[in-house]
Each structure stands twice: as C-alpha cells, then as structure tokens.
C-alpha cells in the first residue's frame, strides 16, 4: 500500500512535469510515448517487484496476436489469451494467498491491461475487419484503422499514468493525447466565435486536479476513519445477530457497505487526477461554458449516493469498466447481454466465490428493477409530491439493494456469504424472484437494440 500510495504520487509530479515540459508542442510523440513507457515500466517493477514479469509477458503475447492473427480473429484470440492469462493468476491467488487479498497485488494492474488488450483488439477489428455499415456510431467512431506500432502499442498498456491504478482509456483518445490533439478535438465540437472568443481557448487541468486532490484527501481521512472501525465481517458475527433486529442489521449493513467505499474513491479519484495532470482527459464543454476534465473519471459520487435505481448506481461505480464491459462484451454478445456482461465482470475480477455471489445476484436484481421501472413508473410522475414520494423509496431500496449486493463481494467466501444471506432471510432474491414472476417484461431484443444503434448511425451520417 506504501509502494502503491509512493508511485501515485510520484506520477502525479511526473504527469505535471509531463505537461509542461514534455508537451506536443516542445517534444515529438516519439519522445512522449518512450517516456510514459519507461516510467511506466520502472512504476511497475518498482511496486510489484519480479510479479510484474506477468504485465510484460501478457503484453507480448497479444502484440504478437495482433500481428499474426488473421483480422476475423484479432478480438477473440485476444480475448482468449488475456482473460485466460489474467484468471490463471487469479487461480494462483488463491493458492498463495488462501483468500487473502494484497490491495496492491500485480493482479490489479493486470485486469487493467486486460481490458485496455481486449478494447484495443475489439477496436481494431471493428477498424480493419468490419464494414462501417455494421458498426454503431460509437464503435465506427472508436474504430482503429491501422495496427499500432510497437512503441504506440506499449505506450497505450503500460504507461505511468495508468499501470499502477488504471484507468482504461481508448486507444484513439490516448493516441490524440500524445500527439496533442486530445484537447483541440473536443474544443472544435463548440463555437466558439458565438461565444465572444477570437480564438480557441487553452484550458488547463490544474483546477480539476486541485478538486480531485481535495476528495482523495477527504477519502483518506475516512479510509482511517470509517472502515477500520467498521468492518464488514461483524455484520455476520454471532452476537450481533442474536441481539440485532432485523431492520437494525439492514441499516449497520448500510453502514458498513459505506465504510467500505471511502479506498476506492481515493485510488480512482487520485488516478484521475494523474492522468488530468498529465493533460489527459479533458471530455468538452458542459452546458454552462465549463471545462470538462471526466473523460476518464471511474465515479461520479453525487450520482452513487442519490441513485434512485439499481442501474444508475452500476452507471456511476467503476465508469471505465462498466464502458469496457459494454464495448467488448454487451453490444456484441449474441444473446443474454446482460446476462453475460454480469458474468463477464465477476471473471475478471477473479474467482473468489464472493465475486460470482455478487455478479449473479446482480443479473436477478437488474432485471427486476428493471420490470418494476418499466411497469410502475410512469404512474407516479403525474405530480410532484408521487415523483418525489417515488425517489425517496427508490433511492431507499437501491441503496439496500446494493449493499445485499456486494456485501458477498467483500467477504469473498461461501461460508460468510450463505450465512449473511440467511441472517437476513434471502429477502432481496425472494422479491426479486416474485417481481419477475408477477410483473410483464418487455424485454428489447438485442436485434432491435442493433437496428436502432444502426438508424442512428445513418441519421449521424446524413446529416
């Protein structure tokens, strides 16, 4: 934790450094590139020691596919190869650890590469393999043209910005950064003369990093405060089950599922400042006329704690790869996406059966948020004391819904996870399990998800 805490913190100078004195204008993307993959190297083995040999083998493995596969292939072999590589690591875990987790382990820097591989390897076969008919909008507009060179692709994998904490980016936006178009891409979407400006103006990340420094400060502060002195394994201790009631343990879990968020803010939150350091991420202008640095924020944690629905929270948590999940495995799974997805999620953060508990209790709990959205919402928005008397229970019920969700999650085992789900009686599967049998479903098939992605990519490219 002191090596992972040391060597985001020496990014973040570095990333400045980077900015100023290594920016497009004063360095070519030859030099940009070599730098940020030597840092990043030197990060890596630094934190991780010799267990970083499996970053630069896994790498070299799928540059080697991507060269050699056949186009069709590229994104399966990829995926195959980088999923199977990263959950033969996950297997060692729990043979060298019995169920330990170190929070700064090769296996996090790992799932990072794992998904900017397979996002890279999806992206070029949708660039060089697929006609721009068969794509959505976003996939034709992230779509790679050509196979990177080997300087650009360890670049993308490995550099400083990113090893240690992620988070994944797209190849052709880490690409525009480089080359120093990240910035002028977006400012182009805006006009700007109607705005009173000459020119276009320089926007600059200091602000954005300063506010995110702020709530990786605040999130310390309650990681030493709050999840220490509330851990999650008391919600299963014996004497506080006896002497508990029922509605006391939902809320002591409510509690303990918020003591635990407080390490992830800080590590996201700090990622995304190195990288808004650096000068990456800048994603436009908002309504307002206010510069944008969240092209790589992993959280919006307004949004996580007002959600009103089960999805909006999935939305705001761990954004980058919920966005990897849906770019390499929901809009081109055949069938089941949102089946598979869940699934695909709970592979790549490992086989810890806790993990597997959470995914699959998730897929139950989305579809029936889901019927009960589609089926009941609309009659509560008719006045607004019904629709604010409608966010308050849904925000209620998503917040214990979550914290059903991923208490397994935390505890990673079979034998604390059945017993927290019978101290609190399988409510949430139960009525999850009736609201499907008792309420219509109008699922969207995903043919006509595909048709619809397609009318709007003719609609972008008439006008």
Request: aromatic share 16%; proline share 4%; glycine share 4%.
């Amino acid at each position: 934790q002191i090596n992972f805490v040391a060597c985001q913190l020496f990014a973040l100078l570095a990333a400045f450094w980077f900015r100023i004195y290594l920016s497009p204008s004063h360095a070519s993307s030859a030099v940009r590139h070599a730098f940020a993959t030597l840092f990043g190297i030197y990060f890596a083995v630094f934190c991780f020691g010799w267990y970083s040999i499996h970053l630069f083998v896994l790498v070299m493995m799928n540059y080697g596919i991507m060269n050699m596969a056949s186009v069709p292939n590229i994104h399966r072999y990829s995926f195959v190869v980088a999923m199977g590589y990263l959950t033969l690591c996950h297997i060692s875990r729990i043979y060298i650890f019995h169920y330990g987790i170190l929070t700064t382990d090769f296996s996090g820097p790992l799932m990072i590469i794992t998904q900017k591989i397979t996002t890279l390897a999806c992206q070029l076969h949708d660039g060089i393999g697929r006609q721009a008919e068969e794509l959505t909008a976003e996939q034709n507009r992230l779509a790679v043209k050509s196979r990177p060179s080997l300087l650009e692709y360890l670049s993308y994998l490995l550099n400083f910005m990113s090893i240690i904490a992620g988070p994944c980016s797209n190849y052709k936006d880490y690409i525009a950064f480089i080359e120093g178009r990240h910035v002028h891409m977006k400012l182009l979407e805006v006009n700007w003369k109607q705005k009173g400006y000459d020119r276009l103006p320089d926007p600059s990340p200091t602000g954005a990093v300063m506010y995110k420094l702020c709530i990786t400060l605040v999130s310390l502060v309650l990681f030493l405060t709050l999840t220490k002195n509330f851990p999650m394994a008391y919600i299963i201790d014996n004497e506080f089950l006896d002497k508990t009631p029922f509605f006391s343990r939902l809320g002591y879990l409510y509690v303990v599922t918020q003591a635990a968020k407080p390490k992830y803010y800080f590590a996201w939150t700090l990622a995304d400042a190195v990288n808004n350091a650096a000068g990456y991420g800048f994603s436009g202008v908002d309504e307002r006329g206010t510069f944008r640095w969240d092209l790589l924020s992993n959280l919006n944690i307004w949004n996580i704690e007002t959600a009103t629905s089960f999805k909006m929270y999935i939305e705001n948590w761990n954004i980058q790869t919920a966005a990897w999940l849906k770019r390499v495995c929901y809009d081109r799974a055949p069938w089941y996406p949102t089946a598979l997805t869940f699934i695909l999620s709970a592979l790549w953060h490992g086989i810890y059966p806790g993990y597997y508990f959470t995914f699959l209790t998730g897929i139950l709990i989305t579809l029936a948020a889901r019927a009960i959205r589609n089926n009941c919402r609309h009659y509560f928005l008719s006045s607004v004391p019904l629709k604010i008397a409608y966010d308050v229970v849904t925000w209620a019920v998503t917040q214990l819904a979550v914290c059903y969700t991923v208490a397994p999650f935390v505890m990673l085992a079979v034998e604390p996870t059945i017993k927290f789900y019978k101290s609190v009686y399988f409510h949430m599967h139960i009525l999850s399990i009736l609201v499907l049998l008792l309420l219509p479903i109008r699922p969207q098939t995903h043919s006509v998800r595909r048709a619809q992605n397609q009318a709007m990519l003719n609609s972008v490219k008439s006008k």
